[in-house]
């Protein structure tokens, strides 16, 4: 079999180890390139040689085309892996590889561009008979001359974007301008190209997809199907393989439509044909995905095969080794994305050090991750921390197991959304497979409200106890022997622990065997204890709970059940709680408006001197992908301007100052 010698990975994160593992399973040297603030990231640690991208910005690291090519040659890897995002569908970088006399470990130039521009494969699909929704394409003021033709509700697409970007829902005509506005700026500002198209918007979608592979002699394979259903804001979630919403028929009918559709353009590697599929069983092409995506362990567990394996051996110039009879469905398998992001502020973006990064080894789990205890998470890129992949027999024993492994998984440093994968994958429409694309964005209040119920009913007793053992038990062996030791607890038979500002009293009562924790009018039996690090496992009224517990400065952060709480004590010095006392109410004017998160300035909406209300947007900042509207927190005049459009912006810098308004008194007439 023909190999490689050396690769280049032209990526970071995630997607990067798991490139350089696959490189490393199959003999092959692994290179990888990195920014400065990437200096410490796992894929470097990893791979077998490193080399520094100079420069801050995107354009000039992980985007810079000829410097990538030009590192390639120079320590003599002999292809490029793109990874998926950044380069990886872009046609000129593919072809500027080919003509380096390297190999892109990807489709054909032509591949990409078939498929990269949204109208132009939409046409190409419709001309092979494959069903696509009826679309518009055009600039701004092309598309809404076309406005009366519509059939509303429809999506605005960037056409040359993909990853959610660049797309707006428009529900009427009156809504059009201001949808098209949005989606060309996200289109020009993530894709370099302004041009958009419309089509018709199924309001209870699925999102179905079919793994292809192809090679350099013809042989285009399928590997099944998954379902992409749960998303936010068109944004992936969770992903299963195989999809719960397709019989064998309808996936005879999906993966025909995706093979011809490969088959005829001689694709080779590995893409991803992708469908809308209506509450009618009808599906319709969507997009074609030139690249190894995100959610491929779900579709390499249920199948039993290295997807990224493949992509190295296909490149080298090797014919695919299976047959489509050697794949078969085993099992299913379902992934989740964790993300740095505070699911309990509107899904704010969370940069900073990762303090705690416990997950559990678990049989039938994978865990792909770039993170480690002490990484750094930059507001610079994606927000995607770790993708965690189960496999079982069955859709609802995944679903379980994925549950626990959520439960036992606890992170500090940043802000995730674990509780919300938790409790989403709890949920009964989830569960029950009653979803739909738009379902999170549609119900996210009742979501989040079912979250915080399962929050407020953890045992904030078995919170307290934990803390206290995390301090004040130092003895590493489960067993008996912890509760023979001499000390703290004989001269402190009762301490106050307060969790979440709530305060309660706490006796310990000793037994031969195990010790008795007393809070009110509650008793707890503790008989067992492991602790490990950060981990303790607790038996508490001969039931098995699990804590991870972090020391901060002047709190302790205990997390359980995919929670986090806050604990602290009087009986430790650096977690007594000031006394203060109680003052009267005074409204303050908030003159002073502060970025709270890192990122760059996207849109100005105010001017000097002009006056705002409060709710309005003053400005939109770009973090981690995300927008975030900055609004004013009062009637006020905009005194001065701090940053421009296109800053980059750290945390806590102040953006812009306010003053308030004099109310001038009202002249009857």
Same mark, same amino acid.
């Given at each position: 079999?023909?190999?490689?010698?050396?690769?280049?990975?032209?990526?970071?994160?995630?997607?990067?180890?798991?490139?350089?593992?696959?490189?490393?399973?199959?003999?092959?040297?692994?290179?990888?390139?990195?920014?400065?603030?990437?200096?410490?990231?796992?894929?470097?640690?990893?791979?077998?040689?490193?080399?520094?991208?100079?420069?801050?910005?995107?354009?000039?690291?992980?985007?810079? *085309?000829?410097?990538?090519?030009?590192?390639?040659?120079?320590?003599?890897?002999?292809?490029?892996?793109?990874?998926?995002?950044?380069?990886?569908?872009?046609?000129?970088?593919?072809?500027?590889?080919?003509?380096?006399?390297?190999?892109?470990? $990807?489709?054909?130039?032509?591949?990409?561009?078939?498929?990269?521009?949204?109208?132009?494969? %939409?046409?190409?699909?419709?001309? &092979?008979?494959?069903?696509?929704? =009826?679309?518009?394409? $055009?600039?701004?003021?092309? &598309?809404?001359?076309?406005?009366?033709?519509?059939?509303?509700?429809?999506?605005?697409?960037?056409?040359?974007?993909?990853?959610?970007?660049?797309?707006?829902?428009?529900?009427?005509?009156?809504?059009?301008?201001?949808?098209?506005? +949005?989606?060309?700026?996200?289109?020009?500002?993530?894709?370099?190209?302004?041009?958009?198209?419309? /089509?018709?918007?199924?309001?209870?979608?699925?999102?179905?997809?079919?793994?292809?592979?192809?090679?350099?002699?013809?042989?285009?394979?399928?590997?099944?199907?998954?379902?992409?259903?749960? *998303?936010?804001?068109?944004?992936?979630?969770?992903?299963?393989?195989?999809?719960?919403?397709?019989?064998?028929?309808?996936?005879?009918?999906?993966?025909?439509?995706?093979?011809?559709?490969?088959?005829?353009?001689?694709?080779?590697?590995? $893409?991803?044909?992708?469908?809308?599929?209506?509450?009618?069983?009808?599906?319709? #092409?969507?997009?074609?995905?030139?690249?190894?995506?995100?959610?491929?362990?779900?579709?390499?567990?249920?199948?039993?095969?290295?997807?990224?394996?493949?992509?190295?051996?296909?490149?080298?110039?090797?014919?695919?080794?299976?047959?489509?009879?050697?794949?078969?469905?085993?099992?299913?398998?379902?992934?989740?994305?964790?993300?740095? /992001?505070?699911? /309990?502020?509107?899904? +704010?973006?969370?940069?900073?050090?990762?303090?705690?990064?416990?997950? =559990?080894?678990?049989?039938?789990?994978?865990?792909?991750?770039?993170?480690? /205890?002490? !990484?750094?998470?930059?507001?610079?890129?994606?927000?995607?921390?770790?993708? &965690?992949?189960?496999?079982?027999?069955?859709?609802?024993?995944?679903?379980?197991?994925?549950?626990?492994?959520?439960?036992?998984?606890?992170?500090?440093?940043?802000?995730?959304?674990?509780? #919300?994968?938790? $409790?989403?994958?709890?949920?009964?429409?989830?569960?029950?497979?009653?979803?739909?694309?738009?379902?999170?964005?549609?119900?996210?209040?009742?979501?989040?409200?079912?979250?915080?119920?399962?929050?407020? *009913?953890?045992?904030?007793?078995? %919170?307290?106890?934990?803390?206290?053992?995390f301090h004040f038990f130092r003895h590493q062996n489960s067993g008996s022997s912890v509760w023979n030791q001499i000390g703290f607890w004989r001269i402190f038979p009762q301490i106050e622990v307060s969790v979440e500002g709530n305060a309660e009293v706490y006796r310990i009562e000793s037994g031969n065997e195990d010790k008795q924790f007393i809070v009110g009018q509650e008793k707890y039996r503790v008989s067992q204890v492991?602790?490990?690090?950060?981990?303790?496992? %607790?038996?508490?009224?001969?039931?098995?709970? #699990?804590?991870?517990?972090?020391?901060?400065?002047?709190?302790?952060?205990?997390?359980? @059940? @995919?929670?986090?709480?806050?604990?602290? !004590?009087?009986?430790?010095?650096?977690?007594?709680?000031?006394?203060?006392?109680?003052?009267?109410?005074?409204?303050? #004017?908030?003159?002073?408006?502060c970025a709270d998160l890192f990122g760059k300035v996207l849109k100005l909406n105010i001017k000097v001197g002009e006056f705002v209300q409060t709710g309005q947007i003053l400005l939109t900042l770009e973090s981690m992908k995300t927008e975030i509207h900055v609004i004013s927190p009062a009637d006020a005049r905009v005194k001065k301007m701090h940053i421009k459009e296109g800053d980059a912006v750290e945390e806590r810098q102040? %953006?812009?100052?306010?003053?308030?308004?004099?109310?001038? =008194?009202?002249?009857?007439?």
């Open positions: 079999m023909k190999t490689f010698q050396k690769i280049l990975v032209a990526n970071r994160g995630e997607i990067a180890v798991r490139v350089i593992r696959a490189a490393q399973q199959n003999g092959i040297r692994s290179v990888a390139v990195y920014a400065a603030d990437d200096a410490g990231s796992m894929h470097v640690l990893l791979a077998d040689e490193a080399v520094l991208l100079s420069g801050t910005t995107l354009a000039e690291t992980y985007l810079n *085309q000829d410097e990538i090519i030009r590192i390639a040659l120079k320590i003599g890897a002999g292809a490029i892996h793109p990874g998926y995002g950044f380069l990886s569908e872009n046609a000129g970088f593919a072809k500027k590889i080919a003509d380096a006399g390297l190999v892109f470990i $990807g489709p054909s130039p032509e591949n990409i561009r078939v498929m990269g521009e949204k109208n132009q494969a %939409l046409a190409y699909v419709r001309s &092979l008979g494959v069903p696509v929704l =009826p679309s518009f394409r $055009g600039t701004v003021g092309e &598309l809404l001359r076309h406005a009366s033709e519509m059939d509303f509700p429809v999506m605005v697409k960037a056409s040359g974007g993909g990853g959610g970007k660049g797309m707006v829902i428009c529900n009427s005509a009156g809504e059009l301008p201001a949808a098209l506005e +949005k989606a060309e700026r996200q289109a020009l500002n993530y894709f370099g190209n302004g041009e958009l198209f419309v /089509e018709k918007y199924l309001p209870r979608a699925r999102h179905i997809e079919v793994q292809m592979m192809g090679d350099h002699y013809g042989n285009v394979l399928h590997f099944f199907e998954r379902e992409c259903t749960v *998303q936010r804001r068109f944004q992936k979630i969770m992903e299963e393989a195989p999809s719960p919403s397709v019989n064998k028929e309808l996936r005879s009918q999906l993966t025909s439509a995706a093979l011809e559709i490969a088959r005829s353009m001689n694709y080779r590697n590995a $893409g991803t044909i992708e469908f809308l599929l209506d509450e009618d069983g009808h599906f319709y #092409f969507l997009e074609m995905n030139t690249r190894i995506q995100v959610e491929h362990p779900v579709t390499e567990m249920i199948t039993n095969t290295d997807l990224v394996s493949l992509q190295l051996q296909v490149a080298a110039g090797n014919e695919l080794s299976l047959k489509q009879e050697d794949i078969r469905i085993s099992g299913s398998a379902a992934e989740v994305r964790l993300c740095a /992001e505070d699911a /309990e502020n509107n899904f +704010k973006p969370s940069a900073g050090e990762l303090i705690l990064w416990q997950i =559990p080894e678990k049989d039938h789990l994978r865990i792909e991750t770039f993170a480690k /205890e002490g !990484s750094y998470v930059s507001p610079g890129y994606d927000s995607l921390l770790a993708k &965690l992949v189960v496999w079982s027999e069955t859709r609802s024993e995944t679903l379980d197991r994925m549950s626990r492994v959520l439960s036992q998984t606890a992170v500090s440093g940043v802000h995730t959304n674990l509780s #919300f994968l938790s $409790g989403l994958l709890e949920s009964d429409p989830v569960r029950k497979n009653e979803i739909y694309t738009r379902y999170v964005d549609e119900n996210l209040e009742s979501i989040n409200q079912a979250i915080q119920q399962k929050k407020d *009913q953890v045992s904030r007793h078995k %919170l307290g106890i934990a803390y206290l053992i492991q602790k490990n690090g950060n981990l303790l496992e %607790l038996k508490i009224n001969r039931q098995s709970d #699990f804590f991870c517990c972090v020391e901060g400065k002047t709190e302790t952060l205990v997390s359980y @059940g @995919g929670f986090s709480f806050t604990l602290r !004590s009087n009986m430790l010095i650096n977690q007594i709680l000031p006394v203060r006392k109680n003052g009267g109410s005074e409204k303050i #004017f908030q003159n002073l408006i102040l %953006l812009v100052e306010l003053e308030e308004m004099s109310r001038q =008194p009202t002249v009857a007439g």
